[in-house]
C-alpha cells in the first residue's frame, strides 16, 4: 500500500491557517497607522498658530523699539532760553545733600524783541543802554545816574530788582538791559563785616576766618586763570588740611568730572576754546556772622554773592551773561577748645545757582547759551525764576531735580 505524502512536501499549497493570516494582518495595520504622518486635531492647529501669532507679535514688538530709537529726531525749537542750574550742597557735618539739577530760563523771548527794535529804530534803543549809546530823550544826567553804582548790600534784600533800563548786550557795553549795570566789581565789592568776638569765639579769629572767605570767593569765582578752564590752587589751598574728604572730593571732580561730582558748583569755569570774558565781573552780595547754638565756642560765617559773567564767543559779537550765585557757610572756632589749623578756613557747606547754562551735567564748565546757535540743549521743564532775586536764601532743594526757567540775565 503506497505512503502518503506528508502536508510539508506540497509546495503547491501556500496557504495560511486563517487565524495566524487575521493575526497577521492587523499587526501590519497596527505599524503603519503608527508610522504614517498624522494631520493635528483641531485644537492643536490652534495652539499652534496661537503661538505663531505670539512669535509674530514679539518680533514686532522688537522691531518697534529698535525704531524708536533711531527714528527720526523731533524738528529743532529756535530761539531758546538761557538756562539755570542749581548746585548740591556739600556740608562736612550731614554729608552731601540731595542735587537740584538744572535749570532754563525763559529771557530769549525778551532780548529777541529787542534786537528786533534795534534793527527798526537802532539810535532809540541804543538810547536806553546805561550811559548812552546813541541819541535819545533822556538826558546825559539821567544815563550817569541810572548806572551810578548801587549802595553795598548789608542784609538779605526784600525783593528783587526792578526791572533795568532796555538795552542790549554789545562787547562795548556787556550789562546793557542788567541789573548788574550798577552793581560793583571786583574783589572790593565782597566787603567784610566788622569783626568781633561771637560765641566764645575772639574777635581776631573772627576777622581772620571773614578775609579767609573773601580770598576763597576771589580764588574760586574771580581768578582769569580759574575762569579760564584752570586749576583753582589758590581757593584750593584756603581750604583746611583737615577737611580731607572735602579737599579730595573738589580734587576728583577738577580731574574727572561727574554729573554727581561737577567743579563747577564751587568753581567759576568756562571753556577758553569757546568763550571770552569780555568785561568785569559785576558782583553784589553780604557777609554774616553768627552763633552756632551747638556750643560754645564755635561761630559761622555766612557768604551769599551772585557774580555775573559778560562772555562772548571766541571771536565773536554776541554778548550773553551768566549768572552765579554762591552761598558758602565758613565755620570758625576757638583754638583753644577745638582744632583747626591756623590760615585756613573750615568750609562747612555750598550752594550753587548756576543762569544761562546749556543743562549739561558733569562736564565741569558752565556753557553760556547766545541767540544764534541754540537748539540742542534740554527742554525747560521747571519753574520760572529771576537769578537776580536774592531775598530768598539760597539751599538746596532735594524735590527739584530738573531743568528750570530763568526770567532774565
Not at 54 to 68: L, P, S, V, W
Not at 215 to 238: I, Q, S, W
Not at 311 to 340: L, P
Amino acid at each position: 500500500m503506497a505512503e502518503q505524502p506528508s502536508e510539508e512536501h506540497r509546495p503547491q499549497d501556500t496557504s495560511l491557517p486563517d487565524d495566524v493570516w487575521e493575526k497577521f494582518v492587523q499587526d501590519s495595520e497596527r505599524d503603519i497607522r503608527a508610522s504614517a504622518p498624522k494631520e493635528p486635531s483641531a485644537r492643536a492647529r490652534m495652539v499652534t498658530e496661537r503661538l505663531r501669532a505670539m512669535d509674530e507679535a514679539q518680533a514686532a514688538r522688537a522691531g518697534g523699539g529698535k525704531r524708536r530709537w533711531g527714528g527720526k529726531r523731533p524738528p529743532v525749537r529756535p530761539a531758546r532760553p538761557e538756562g539755570w542750574r542749581t548746585g548740591p550742597a556739600w556740608q562736612e557735618r550731614d554729608g552731601r545733600t540731595s542735587r537740584r539739577r538744572k535749570v532754563w530760563s525763559a529771557v530769549g523771548v525778551v532780548a529777541a524783541a529787542a534786537l528786533a527794535l534795534v534793527a527798526v529804530n537802532p539810535s532809540a534803543a541804543l538810547s536806553w543802554l546805561p550811559g548812552g549809546l546813541g541819541e535819545g530823550s533822556g538826558t546825559a544826567g539821567d544815563a550817569q545816574a541810572s548806572a551810578s553804582p548801587l549802595a553795598p548790600e548789608t542784609a538779605r534784600p526784600s525783593a528783587a530788582p526792578s526791572a533795568a533800563p532796555a538795552g542790549v548786550a554789545t562787547r562795548e557795553k556787556p550789562f546793557a538791559g542788567s541789573p548788574a549795570a550798577r552793581w560793583e566789581s571786583g574783589a572790593d565789592a565782597i566787603r567784610l563785616p566788622g569783626a568781633k568776638a561771637v560765641n566764645g569765639v575772639p574777635a581776631a579769629r573772627i576777622e581772620d576766618a571773614l578775609k579767609g572767605t573773601r580770598r576763597f570767593l576771589v580764588a574760586a569765582n574771580l581768578d582769569r586763570a580759574v575762569l579760564e578752564g584752570g586749576e583753582p590752587r589758590k581757593a584750593l589751598g584756603l581750604v583746611d588740611p583737615l577737611e580731607a574728604d572735602y579737599l579730595s572730593e573738589l580734587r576728583a571732580a577738577l580731574r574727572e568730572p561727574t554729573e554727581e561730582n561737577d567743579p563747577v558748583w564751587t568753581f567759576t569755569r568756562f571753556d577758553p576754546a569757546e568763550v571770552e570774558l569780555v568785561g568785569d565781573v559785576r558782583i553784589r552780595g553780604h557777609m554774616t556772622v553768627e552763633a552756632l547754638d551747638e556750643s560754645p565756642g564755635k561761630a559761622m560765617i555766612k557768604a551769599d554773592y551772585t557774580f555775573v559773567y559778560p562772555m562772548a564767543r571766541v571771536g565773536g559779537d554776541e554778548v550773553s551773561r551768566a549768572v552765579v550765585r554762591r552761598s558758602v557757610e565758613v565755620q570758625v572756632v576757638d583754638a583753644a577748645r577745638f582744632r583747626a589749623t591756623d590760615g585756613h578756613i573750615w568750609v562747612a557747606g555750598s550752594y550753587s545757582d548756576i543762569a544761562n547754562d546749556d543743562c549739561r551735567q558733569g562736564d565741569g564748565v558752565i556753557r553760556p547759551q547766545f541767540l544764534s546757535g541754540r537748539g540742542t540743549s534740554p527742554e525747560p521743564s521747571g519753574k520760572a525764576r529771576d537769578p537776580y532775586d536774592r531775598s530768598k536764601e539760597l539751599k538746596a532743594d532735594a524735590g527739584e531735580e530738573e531743568c528750570g526757567l530763568a526770567t532774565r540775565t
